[in-house]
């Protein structure tokens, strides 16, 4: 029997019913999944069932998937919406972040570690502008790369991660110029 290794194998192999395809992305993806909850800093007494309806999700619109793109990110992609349902149903009141910021994703990356007010000031944060500041500065993606995951273009990205800055940086009694 073909050992097989590469999702989109996998994937292939799933949708023509093989549940057993399944099951092995499951264990092979199962660690990052968990990493990616943990990351997002989901509660720990939510991400049993975070994890169980993401796959779940996974195996219904496994037909949904695009075979060219990587299984990876749309699997993530999955999980982040999910744990962005879950967030919005207990924050409803929240806003996002909506202030123009002229700072760059370079000063918070210099000034973010040296201040000791930054984790404070991100657990304030709604979930989705957390999400943004982690994926970039603590898991140094490119913005192209959170494009990808949050299938968003990548200047909205950008604008986007600049305002939260912003509001960082006012929060923390920083205002001004940081060049």
Not at 24 to 50: M, N, T
Not at 114 to 127: C, Q, R
């Amino acid at each position: 029997m073909k050992v097989i290794k590469e999702d989109s194998e996998l994937v292939a192999c799933a949708k023509s019913g093989n549940k057993r395809c399944f099951e092995l992305l499951f264990d092979k993806h199962l660690p990052g999944v968990l990493g990616f909850f943990y990351y997002l800093r989901a509660p720990e007494d939510v991400i049993d069932d975070l994890i169980q309806e993401t796959f779940t999700k996974a195996f219904c619109k496994l037909s949904l998937y695009d075979s060219e793109k990587s299984f990876t990110n749309w699997l993530l992609s999955l999980a982040r919406n999910l744990y962005y349902d879950h967030c919005r149903k207990k924050l409803r009141d929240r806003n996002l972040v909506e202030s123009v910021s002229h700072n760059t994703q370079k000063n918070l990356e210099e000034k973010a570690m040296d201040n000791p007010v930054v984790e404070d000031l991100l657990d304030s944060l709604p979930e989705e502008a957390r999400f943004l500041i982690e994926l970039r500065v603590f898991q140094e993606l490119s913005f192209n790369e959170i494009a990808s995951i949050l299938k968003e273009p990548e200047v909205n990205i950008r604008v986007r991660f600049h305002r939260i800055v912003s509001r960082l940086r006012d929060a923390s009694g920083k205002e001004g110029n940081h060049d």
